[in-house]
């Protein structure tokens, strides 16, 4: 049965329907249990901190979420056994992290390590993950992943950072610029996309490369509209000397393993965009009540709760899809290989993204010119309407998305009409 945390938001739809009087057939015990552990932890530890931090582009602590191998002994959050997680736990991590409402702190404590070690975890040697996976569970190793450069972004086949072995054939020398790579001021390594063979995605492979103390490294930090705390750095490399042993898989076979990265991306981006959009539905729902004009609340016009109706609509429509194909992903081995899970995790993203423009939209309408006040009682939306672009434009942009959600399941049915395409 759901329990409730006293924390919980009161305001109708301002929580996932599971966690109200409504059933739901894919959660247990454990998912409520990691609910309030994670709920009570971070309206205590984090969030109160979360405003000074995102003002002032700082980061604290590290939350990584590795296999128990290279845990140190560290359980699970809520001391969930490892053998009970499963994806609606993460699913539920993300939803709680993103109620943060200074989402650049969050980036800042978590983002690196989060998509920079995936590739190691599920793509590295045993050497590669004993010499980095434990360090970065007890906080004395920082990650982050760099893909993005100022030439090639949403096409990354297109990378031109290149990676070229020395005579010695020990190392590699890698030479090029990477841009907004999250965490990047303060990680040690960045998990590299780099250009090893010709043109295109079999000539791209994956790098550790240091970054501190690194001859040929520089990082400055980027200047974004929001994620302030989050660390977006541009990074270069001039002829930077990298061990070949910080090779991850096979050289040239790296354009898998970014890919293999995506899928768990757009399903955190996703959830943490519905969070996202419910705090502005929240936010502006105890705004509507409070607020009087013309003598009565706001709320009492039709038209205004015409809004949270249309938002709550968006909201738990996507959520409830999101829910299933987590489901799926869950309970089908090799999942990922399908192409109708691929489109709809694209189209889940896309449909996430526009949920959440809707309701920052609305929520900011409501609070008329509360909404772009960075102080007061519309400065959560205020932010949220800064952060958000990144929820629609990174990890996949909408235009990629849509494309691709469609090409992965119109490429099968061409395929069968024209068996010569
Ligand atoms: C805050 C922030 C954090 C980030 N963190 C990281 C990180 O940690 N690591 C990392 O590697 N990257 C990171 N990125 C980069 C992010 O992944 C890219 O911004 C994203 O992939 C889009 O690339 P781009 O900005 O170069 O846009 P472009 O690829 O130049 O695209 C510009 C626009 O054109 C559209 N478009 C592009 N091609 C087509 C087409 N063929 N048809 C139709 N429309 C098209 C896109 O959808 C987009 O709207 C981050 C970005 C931001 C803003």
């Given at each position: 049965?759901?329990?409730?945390?006293?924390?919980?938001?009161?305001?109708?739809?301002?929580?996932?329907?599971?966690?109200?009087?409504?059933?739901?057939?894919?959660?247990?015990?454990?998912?409520?249990?990691?609910?309030?552990?994670?709920?009570?932890?971070?309206?205590?530890?984090?969030?109160?901190?979360?405003?000074?931090?995102?003002?002032?582009?700082?980061?604290?602590?590290?939350?990584?979420?590795?296999?128990?191998?290279?845990?140190?002994?560290?359980?699970?959050?809520?001391?969930?056994?490892?053998?009970?997680?499963?994806?609606?736990?993460?699913?539920?991590?993300?939803?709680?992290?993103?109620?943060?409402?200074?989402?650049?702190?969050?980036?800042?404590?978590?983002?690196?390590?989060?998509?920079?070690?995936?590739?190691?975890?599920?793509?590295?040697?045993?050497?590669?993950?004993?010499?980095?996976?434990?360090?970065?569970?007890?906080?004395?190793?920082?990650?982050?992943?760099?893909?993005?450069?100022?030439?090639?972004?949403?096409?990354?086949?297109?990378?031109?950072?290149?990676?070229?072995?020395?005579?010695s054939g020990q190392f590699y020398v890698v030479s090029g610029q990477k841009k907004w790579i999250t965490n990047g001021l303060w990680a040690d390594y960045a998990t590299t996309a780099v250009r090893t063979g010709g043109s295109g995605a079999s000539g791209i492979s994956v790098l550790i490369i240091p970054l501190k103390d690194t001859p040929g490294v520089s990082v400055r930090r980027m200047m974004n509209s929001g994620l302030h705390a989050s660390g977006s750095t541009f990074i270069v490399f001039s002829d930077v000397r990298v061990p070949r042993a910080n090779l991850i898989g096979r050289e040239n076979g790296g354009f898998k393993i970014i890919m293999a990265n995506f899928n768990p991306e757009r399903l955190s981006l996703a959830t943490g965009a519905l969070r996202l959009a419910r705090t502005c539905y929240s936010e502006a729902y105890a705004h509507a009540l409070r607020r009087k004009t013309f003598g009565k609340p706001l709320m009492e016009n039709q038209i205004i709760r015409a809004k949270f109706a249309?938002?709550?609509?968006?909201?738990?429509?996507?959520?409830?899809?999101?829910?299933?194909?987590?489901?799926?992903?869950?309970?089908?081995?090799?999942?990922?290989?399908?192409?109708?899970?691929?489109?709809?995790?694209?189209?889940?993203?896309?449909?996430?993204?526009?949920?959440?423009?809707?309701?920052?939209?609305?929520?900011?309408?409501?609070?008329?010119?509360?909404?772009?006040?960075?102080?007061?009682l519309g400065a959560v939306v205020e932010q949220i309407s800064r952060d958000m672009r990144v929820w629609v434009v990174g990890g996949g942009s909408e235009e990629i998305m849509d494309e691709q959600g469609m090409r992965l399941v119109m490429e099968k049915t061409l395929r069968t009409q024209n068996p010569r395409l």
């Open positions: 049965m759901p329990s409730r945390s006293s924390l919980d938001n009161p305001h109708p739809f301002g929580e996932p329907a599971w966690t109200t009087s409504l059933l739901s057939p894919f959660y247990r015990d454990s998912h409520h249990r990691l609910r309030l552990h994670l709920r009570e932890y971070l309206e205590t530890k984090l969030f109160p901190h979360a405003f000074e931090w995102e003002q002032r582009g700082l980061r604290r602590l590290l939350i990584p979420g590795l296999p128990p191998k290279y845990r140190c002994g560290k359980s699970l959050p809520g001391d969930i056994p490892d053998e009970e997680w499963d994806l609606f736990h993460s699913m539920i991590v993300s939803d709680e992290f993103h109620r943060c409402p200074h989402m650049g702190v969050m980036w800042g404590l978590t983002s690196g390590n989060t998509i920079g070690c995936p590739p190691i975890i599920n793509f590295g040697n045993e050497e590669q993950k004993s010499k980095y996976l434990p360090q970065v569970c007890n906080g004395e190793l920082r990650f982050c992943l760099a893909i993005t450069e100022p030439e090639a972004g949403s096409d990354v086949a297109g990378i031109r950072t290149t990676a070229t072995l020395d005579s249309s938002m709550a609509r968006h909201i738990e429509t996507c959520y409830s899809w999101i829910e299933q194909l987590i489901f799926h992903m869950q309970n089908t081995p090799r999942a990922e290989e399908d192409p109708q899970l691929g489109a709809r995790l694209a189209l889940a993203k896309v449909q996430a993204g526009k949920t959440l423009e809707l309701c920052c939209r609305e929520a900011q309408q409501i609070f008329g010119g509360l909404g772009v006040n960075k102080e007061g």
